[in-house]
C-alpha cells in the first residue's frame, strides 16, 4: 500500500495526468485584465473549476485549479483568464476517471533565449514539472507552448527562433527524461515587425510528437498584443482538440 503523502490535502486526490503550461503572458493569461491593470473577475462557464482539475501552486502543492491560474506565478503583472481552465475542461470532459493536473509556469515578457538550459526561467519549470510528479504519481503527458512575442521585435531573434526552440524541446524531454514528451505549440496571434518570421518557424518545425495550433486571427484586446477572455475560451479548445487527436492514449 502506498504510504500516505504529508504534503497532500486529505480532501484532495492526485492527478492522474499533468500538464505543463509554459511560454510568456498569453499562457499566464492576460483574459479581462483591464488597462488599469486589474482583473475583471470574469470566469466564463468553460473555466469553472471541476473536482478533477488541479493546479500546482508556487509553494509545490497540488491544489484545487481556478482562475487566474499563474498569479502566483507570474507575479510581475496582473493575471486574468488564459487557456489552461478550458483546456483541463474540455480533457476531462473526454477523459473519464482521469484527474487533470496543471503546472503552471509561464512569465509575461520573456524571450525564447530566457527558456535555455540554464536559465532561471528554464531550471524552475524543469523542477516544478519533477516536484509535480513526485507529489502526486502522475504522468506528464504534454507541454502546453505560447511563447515568441518577444522574439519578433528584431530580425535577429525572429530568425534564430526555430533553432532556439528546437534546442529547448531536446533539452526539456532530456531533462524530464521523456524522450517522447507530446508538445504542443501555439502560432502567435499577435507581436512586431518580424512576427511572420517568427509564426513560420513555429509552423516549420518537424519533429515527433510536437505539434502547432494557429492562434492567427483570434480576437485581441486593445492592446493588439493579448487574447481577449473570450479567445482565450477558444484557444484552450484548439489545445485540447489538438492533444485529444495526436496524443491521447498514447504512453
Given at each position: 500500500?502506498?504510504?500516505?503523502?504529508p504534503d497532500q490535502k486529505s480532501d484532495i486526490q492526485n492527478p492522474t495526468q499533468i500538464f505543463i503550461l509554459s511560454g510568456q503572458s498569453n499562457m499566464a493569461g492576460r483574459?479581462?485584465?483591464?488597462?488599469?491593470?486589474?482583473?475583471?473577475?470574469?470566469?466564463?462557464?468553460?473555466?469553472?473549476?471541476?473536482?478533477?482539475?488541479?493546479?500546482?501552486?508556487?509553494?509545490?502543492?497540488?491544489?484545487?485549479?481556478?482562475?487566474?491560474?499563474?498569479?502566483?506565478?507570474?507575479?510581475?503583472?496582473?493575471?486574468?483568464?488564459?487557456?489552461?481552465?478550458?483546456?483541463?475542461?474540455?480533457?476531462?470532459?473526454?477523459?473519464?476517471?482521469?484527474?487533470?493536473?496543471?503546472?503552471?509556469?509561464?512569465?509575461?515578457?520573456?524571450?525564447?533565449?530566457?527558456?535555455?538550459?540554464?536559465?532561471?526561467?528554464?531550471?524552475?519549470?524543469?523542477?516544478?514539472?519533477?516536484?509535480?510528479?513526485?507529489?502526486?504519481?502522475?504522468?506528464?503527458?504534454?507541454?502546453?507552448?505560447?511563447?515568441?512575442?518577444?522574439?519578433?521585435?528584431?530580425?535577429?531573434?525572429?530568425?534564430?527562433?526555430?533553432?532556439?526552440?528546437?534546442?529547448?524541446?531536446?533539452?526539456?524531454?532530456?531533462?524530464?527524461?521523456?524522450?517522447?514528451?507530446?508538445?504542443?505549440?501555439?502560432?502567435?496571434?499577435?507581436?512586431?515587425?518580424?512576427?511572420?518570421?517568427?509564426?513560420?518557424?513555429?509552423?516549420?518545425?518537424?519533429?515527433?510528437?510536437?505539434?502547432?495550433?494557429?492562434?492567427?486571427?483570434?480576437?485581441?484586446?486593445?492592446?493588439?498584443?493579448?487574447?481577449?477572455?473570450?479567445?482565450?475560451?477558444?484557444?484552450?479548445?484548439?489545445?485540447?482538440?489538438?492533444?485529444?487527436?495526436?496524443?491521447?492514449?498514447?504512453?
Amino acid at each position: 500500500m502506498e504510504a500516505p503523502n504529508p504534503d497532500q490535502k486529505s480532501d484532495i486526490q492526485n492527478p492522474t495526468q499533468i500538464f505543463i503550461l509554459s511560454g510568456q503572458s498569453n499562457m499566464a493569461g492576460r483574459g479581462g485584465v483591464t488597462k488599469h491593470h486589474h482583473w475583471d473577475g470574469v470566469v466564463p462557464h468553460e473555466c469553472q473549476p471541476h473536482p478533477s482539475i488541479l493546479r500546482f501552486s508556487a509553494k509545490l502543492h497540488w491544489e484545487p485549479a481556478r482562475e487566474p491560474l499563474h498569479a502566483d506565478i507570474d507575479t510581475r503583472k496582473a493575471c486574468g483568464v488564459g487557456p489552461g481552465m478550458s483546456f483541463a475542461n474540455a480533457v476531462v470532459a473526454r477523459a473519464e476517471g482521469e484527474r487533470v493536473g496543471l503546472v503552471p509556469c509561464a512569465v509575461g515578457g520573456t524571450a525564447i533565449k530566457e527558456w535555455a538550459r540554464g536559465e532561471e526561467l528554464y531550471e524552475s519549470m524543469v523542477a516544478r514539472s519533477k516536484e509535480s510528479v513526485n507529489k502526486s504519481g502522475g504522468r506528464i503527458k504534454a507541454l502546453l507552448w505560447y511563447q515568441g512575442e518577444s522574439d519578433a521585435s528584431t530580425d535577429h531573434d525572429a530568425e534564430a527562433y526555430q533553432q532556439n526552440m528546437e534546442a529547448f524541446i531536446s533539452n526539456v524531454r532530456e531533462d524530464l527524461e521523456l524522450p517522447s514528451l507530446p508538445i504542443i505549440q501555439v502560432a502567435l496571434a499577435s507581436g512586431d515587425k518580424y512576427k511572420e518570421k517568427v509564426r513560420e518557424a513555429q509552423l516549420g518545425i518537424n519533429l515527433q510528437n510536437v505539434v502547432c495550433v494557429d492562434a492567427k486571427g483570434l480576437h485581441l484586446k486593445e492592446d493588439h498584443l493579448h487574447l481577449t477572455t473570450e479567445a482565450q475560451v477558444k484557444l484552450g479548445h484548439m489545445l485540447a482538440e489538438a492533444y485529444l487527436k495526436h496524443f491521447a492514449g498514447s504512453d
